[in-house]
C-alpha cells in the first residue's frame, strides 16, 4: 500500500504563498486519483483540490478556485499543492490522500470516505 508524507506548511502572512508536497512512496501517484483535503478546528474535513488518476481532470472547491492549484509529478512520485494569495481562512491542518479507482476513470471524487489513503497531514497557519 502506498504511504504518504506531507510537507511545506507553515506560518504565513495573508496575501502570500506556500507550496505543499506530498510524497508517495510503496506505490507511484500516477495510479491514484488524488487530493487535498484541509481540516479547520471544529470543521468537517473538505476537499479543496482533487486531481483524476491520469491528471486530466482537476476539481477546486469553490473558496480556491483561482488561488490554489494541484499537479502530480510523477517522475519525482509527488503530489503538490501550490497555494497563493493566502488568507487567514486557509489555515488548517493539509492532508493528501489517494483514491483507487481504474485507469482511465475521468472522476474526482470530493468526499473523504472515497479516499483509502491518507498522509499524516501538515499545518498551515495564514495571519492576517
Known amino acids: 500500500q502506498v504511504q504518504l508524507v506531507e510537507s511545506g506548511g507553515g506560518l504565513v502572512q495573508a496575501g502570500g504563498s506556500l507550496r505543499l508536497a506530498c510524497a508517495a512512496s510503496g506505490g507511484t501517484v500516477s495510479s491514484y486519483a488524488m487530493g487535498w483535503f484541509r481540516q479547520a478546528p471544529g470543521k468537517d474535513r473538505e476537499l479543496v483540490v482533487g486531481v483524476s488518476i491520469r491528471g486530466g481532470n482537476t476539481y477546486s472547491a469553490d473558496s480556491v478556485k483561482g488561488r490554489f492549484t494541484i499537479s502530480k509529478d510523477n517522475a519525482k512520485n509527488t503530489l503538490y499543492l501550490q497555494m497563493n494569495s493566502l488568507k487567514p481562512e486557509d489555515t488548517a491542518v493539509y492532508y493528501c490522500?489517494?483514491?483507487?479507482?481504474?485507469?482511465?476513470?475521468?472522476?474526482?471524487?470530493?468526499?473523504?470516505?472515497?479516499?483509502?489513503?491518507w498522509g499524516q497531514g501538515t499545518q498551515v497557519t495564514v495571519s492576517s
Open positions: 490522500a489517494a483514491r483507487i479507482t481504474f485507469a482511465f476513470d475521468r472522476v474526482v471524487k470530493t468526499t473523504s470516505g472515497e479516499y483509502r489513503y
